[in-house]
Structure formats: structure tokens, C-alpha cells
């Protein structure tokens, strides 16, 4: 895998790493402030595919678009806001909104420090304000494939689970496996233990998929203990009771989430908590329950202990009279079982969803029935992770609309409104040595800036919200205005400006010969060794106006070098071996280019006043396709 991001490295221009949150197999997330939101908090997923082929790469970026869509279309209060997506130096991001809390993995452990672990009415709680959340997203025809305690949340500002990390990005990263898009074998997604047979067999999910991992969640909560401690792989049943005072009805529920096969679960979150919110749990006495696995879409009738038996007292007769008195008894026996039954049979038939509620008058023996629908069901297909909005058809023709614009004035602001099927190129003519900056804001339009050839001119400025740069060569530069994939419309607002470089002046920095220098600027010059391949290092130090801070860096041609400031209020500017100045690095705060010469390049240090600083530089070998 890839080595992290370094911490306060700025993404899109906008986005300032401050820490890892988590790592996994198939990328990192990152805690990060968006610059263009006041600094407030926000968590940023990286992919990073297995393997870096071109047709490795241009298939994740075709599932990581499909599912960008599909996250920015999910508006619900318990799932983090999707915020952006983008991609940037072959890494493909997504951002979203920040939840201040406790998972509920953390918070198991705190209470198992304490010997203690989750009440049944605090996992019951949970459920209930869970279900409605799966519910949604179901509805959406989205799959959340990977539940667990350590993606929910108990954001801490209202008490409310919020359930994160969706299986997406494991998704794309496995289907991205393969060329054709489908899953290498020997590769599932999800937590280990979570994950139902259908899924771990198949890589498909379904529904009931979800209902499986969350009621696992639930018996972990409960127990304390992990799923492999509670699941006998020999018999492939749950032994979860023993180890937790639960109510029956409670575990009636649990334990059909759990069941094997994805029939023989709730249909939908719907039915599960309807089933939820219709036992009525005693208090809990003690002891352990020991209720095994049966359907609860029946209402079975606990026996009252308090309910007098009834009783048949012969008659004082002949026992001609007691042998036909039990010869009626056993007529009208079998007619009220008869009757019963067509009840039961007829009340299936007549319903959507059955729910047999068994009488206590009708004998025990017909209880039991199969827990299985006598009316036609439909097998879930597997869910897709398409927009949930069907495209129309016949698509429309794409049509590109070229703009000139005149930035005389120097800013230049239009607001619209895209199409799916539009392109917009605002045309610019440009001079070599300008500033163009150009940020477009609105929910789903992104923008490229091209140059003559027609191709981006960095890896920066392609897809993203934000770009500022240097003008490399006089000449028409292009902002190409798209929306998001598959995103039907979307409002936006485009701010260009073009600003001219000032006068040319005698620079104290023009030649690297110290006699050229004025007298009133001193550089404090400092080397830098890198010996190893993609080595990287922080250094403090301090520059002002007068005593300016430099930085000698060996490198090899083709190497890659990153130079970004970590803290202070500081800019640099960078020099190639031979005293020229590097167009796109002059004054700014993150530069990472390949190289395109050797020998010693200059870094130099620059702010308005003496301030304290720490710059990471860092040079590493160029990664090789296979």
C-alpha cells in the first residue's frame, strides 16, 4: 500500500490533512479542515486501488464516479452529508461530513473496563432508531454491506447512532480487481464474523444482508464477547443466550435476523421492527434465557401460569355413559381443530403479509407451522449501486457551449445552470507569467482547466472546485464546466481572475552568487541529503524578510519532489539547478512535480515578516505501471 498523505498537506487547494482516522485494506481516512468552509471539519476517504494498471485505474474511476452519485443523492439525518469527490495524483477521494463521537466499538470497550456491557433496553433503543435508517437507503436500493459497532456512531450532540463507512469503497476496490468489474475470488466485503454467508460466498448483498450484521452488532453489544465466541461453525448455529439475561421476545427477533438463509429473515427492515415494536418485554428476572430460533412473524401465545386448568369430572353413570360422553369430546375435538385450521389457512392466503396469531384454544399441535409464505414470493435481486433515479431514455445528445471571456477587468463571475449532458468551456486568453484562479461552487459541477494542447495542465486542475496556478505559455487556456456523472442538473456559480505579474525588479534572489545579492538580504543556506528513495524530512526554521530562509535538495531527473508548509505563515519558491525559476511553484504553499533535470534545486523561505515555520520536503522515485 501506498505510504500516507503527509499530515497538512492541502488536497484540491482546499482541503488540510490534520490526522488519520482509520486505515484499512483498501484505503485511509482522514480527518481534515475544508479551507473553503471556515475550516470546519471534515472526514476525507482515500482509495487506493491494488494494483495501478491503466485498465486497474480507469475501472475504479468508473465505479468510484457511479458511486459518488449515488452517496450525493442520500439525505438522511443519521448518515454523514456527502460533501465532494475527487481525484488527485491517481488517488481517488471522497469527502464528508465530520461526526463528533464514539463509535459503539469504543464504547463496548469502555464498559467492559468497567466489567459491565449494553442493558437490553439500550440495544432494543438502538434498533429502533437504526431500522428506520436501513429502511431508507433500502428504499434508495442502496446496501450498507458492512455494519458493524465500529461504523456506528453516537454523535455526541444528540444522542442519535449514525451509521457510517458504507461498503462502497471496498466495493469498487475489489470489483477493481478484475478488468471485467467483478470480484477476485477469495474477496469479500465486510468485518469478519458480520458478514452473512450470501455475501462471504457470493460478494452479493441483499437487505436482509444488512438486518444479519446489524442484529450481530446487537448480540456483541449485549454479550461482550466477539461473533466467533458466540457462533458454533459446527452446528452453524448462534449460541449467544447463554452468555446474556435477555427477554424472549428480544431474542425471538435477534435470532431470525440471524438466520442462515436470507429467506428465512425479515423481508425488510420494515417487518423487523414492526416485529420490535409489537412484543411486549417483561422485566428481566435473572437467569439466562434459553429460547431457541423461531419465526416471529406469528405472535405465539406464552402458556398463563395463572390460568386455571381445566378440569372433567366423570359423571356418576354407567360406563356405557362415560365411554360415549369421551366419544363426543373427541367429535367436537376434531371439529374445532378442523375449524381452526381453515382459519389459519384461509387468514394466509387472504393476506400480503401473513401474520398468524395463534388462538390459546387451538391445540399446540398446529402452532409450528413452516416459517415460510404460502403466497408467491420474490427473491431479492441483487442490489446494484446505480442512482436510485432511472436515467431517461433515450439519452440526450452531449452539447458543448464555448464561452470567450474577457477578464480586462480581471474577475470575471457567471452563474447558471448545468445539464447532464452540457459542457461548457469558457475560453480565456492568457499571458505567459499571469495568476489564473478559478473556483466554481454549487453541489455537483466540477471543473478542468486546459491548456492549448487541449489536455489539463496538471493532475491538479482536472475535476476539481478549486485551481490556482501559474500561466505557463501565452495563449487560449480553456475552464471545462461538467456535472457530476449521471447528475441530472445542478445550479453553479463560476468566479475566474486573471492577474498580471507586477513590474519586473531586481530580485535578491535572481542569480545564486552571493556578490549579486543586496546588501540589506541574507540568505541562510542550508543543504539537504535525502539519501534514500522516496525519502522525506520536516524541517523547522525561521525566515524574515532580511534573512531568508534556503534549502539545497539533490535529486535525480524523473524523480518526484513534494515541498508543503506544515505550519507558519509562511510561502516558498523554488529554483531549478540551472537558477530558473519554476513557473507553478513561486510563492506558494504545496508543490509536488516530477523532475525534469538533475542536480541541487533551490527551495527559498519567504515571509512578510520573521516567523517561525516547519516545511516537509520530500523526494521519491515515480511509480512504474506493471
Known sequence: ??????????????????????????????????????????????????????????????????????????????????????????????????????????????????????????????????LPVLAYIHSQGIIHRDISPDNIILRQSDRLPILIDFGAIAEIATCAQNPDGTIAPGTHIGKVGYTPSEQLQTGKAYPSSDLYALAVTAVVLLTGKEPQQLFDDL?????????????????????????YRPSDRFLSAEEALHALQTISIPPIQGGTSQAHTIAVGRNPVAPNPNRPKAVIHPPANSQGQDLMAIILVGIALAILAGLGSWVVVTTILNKDRPQVVVSPTISPSITPLPSISLTPTITPSPIVSAPPTPIPSPTPSPVTINKPVNLSTN??????????????????????????????????????????????????????SLW???????????????????????????????????????????????????????????????????????????????????????????????????????????????????????????????LPSSGEYQIDVIALQETNFTLSIGVGNKTKSP
Open 235 to 259: 452446528q452453524s448455529i448462534w449460541r449467544w443466550q447463554q452468555f446474556t439475561p435477555v427477554s424472549t421476545e428480544l431474542a425471538q427477533v435477534l435470532n431470525r435476523m440471524l438466520s
Open 468 to 594: 490556482e496556478g501559474t500561466v505557463s505559455n501565452t495563449g487560449l487556456y480553456i475552464i471545462e464546466v461538467k456535472t457530476v456523472q449521471k447528475l441530472p442538473a445542478s445550479n453553479y456559480k463560476l468566479d475566474l481572475s486573471l492577474i498580471s505579474p507586477p513590474p519586473p525588479t531586481p530580485s535578491p534572489t535572481v542569480t545564486l552568487t552571493p556578490t549579486t545579492k543586496p546588501s540589506n538580504v541574507e540568505f541562510d543556506i542550508q543543504k539537504i541529503n535525502l539519501v534514500t528513495p522516496n525519502d522525506q524530512v520536516k524541517m523547522p526554521g525561521k525566515t524574515s524578510p532580511q534573512k531568508i530562509k534556503r534549502y539545497l535538495v539533490k535529486a535525480q531527473e524523473g524523480q518526484i519532489m513534494t515541498v508543503g508548509v506544515e505550519e507558519g505563515n509562511v510561502k516558498f519558491n523554488v529554483r531549478y539547478p540551472n537558477g530558473e525559476k519554476v513557473a507553478d511553484a513561486t510563492e506558494v504553499g504545496l508543490w509536488q512535480a516530477q
Open 1 to 130: 500500500m501506498q505510504p500516507p498523505i503527509p499530515i497538512g498537506t492541502i488536497l484540491q487547494n482546499r482541503y488540510r490533512l490534520l490526522k488519520i482516522l482509520g486505515q484499512g485494506g483498501f484505503g485511509r481516512t482522514y480527518l481534515a479542515a475544508d479551507q473553503g468552509r471556515f475550516e470546519e471539519p471534515c472526514v476525507i476517504k482515500e482509495l487506493i486501488p491494488a494494483q495501478s494498471s491503466p485498465q486497474i485505474i480507469a475501472k475504479a474511476q468508473e465505479l468510484f464516479q457511479r458511486e459518488a452519485v449515488t452517496l450525493y443523492q442520500i439525505q438522511h439525518p443519521q448518515i454523514p452529508q456527502f460533501r465532494a469527490n475527487f481525484e488527485q495524483n491517481q488517488g481517488l477521494f471522497l469527502v464528508q461530513d465530520y461526526v463528533e463521537g464514539k463509535n459503539y466499538g469504543l464504547l463496548l470497550s469502555d464498559r467492559q473496563a468497567l466489567g459491565q456491557t449494553f442493558a437490553e433496553a439500550e440495544v432494543r433503543q438502538l434498533l429502533q432508531q437504526l
Open 411 to 464: 474577475k470575471f463571475t457567471e452563474q447558471g445552470k448545468l445539464k447532464a449532458n452540457e459542457t461548457i468551456n469558457y475560453i480565456i486568453a492568457a499571458e505567459k507569467g499571469q495568476r489564473l484562479n478559478a473556483y466554481i461552487s454549487g453541489e455537483g459541477v466540477l471543473l478542468t482547466v486546459l491548456g492549448a494542447d487541449q489536455k489539463p495542465v496538471s493532475d491538479r486542475a482536472r475535476r476539481v
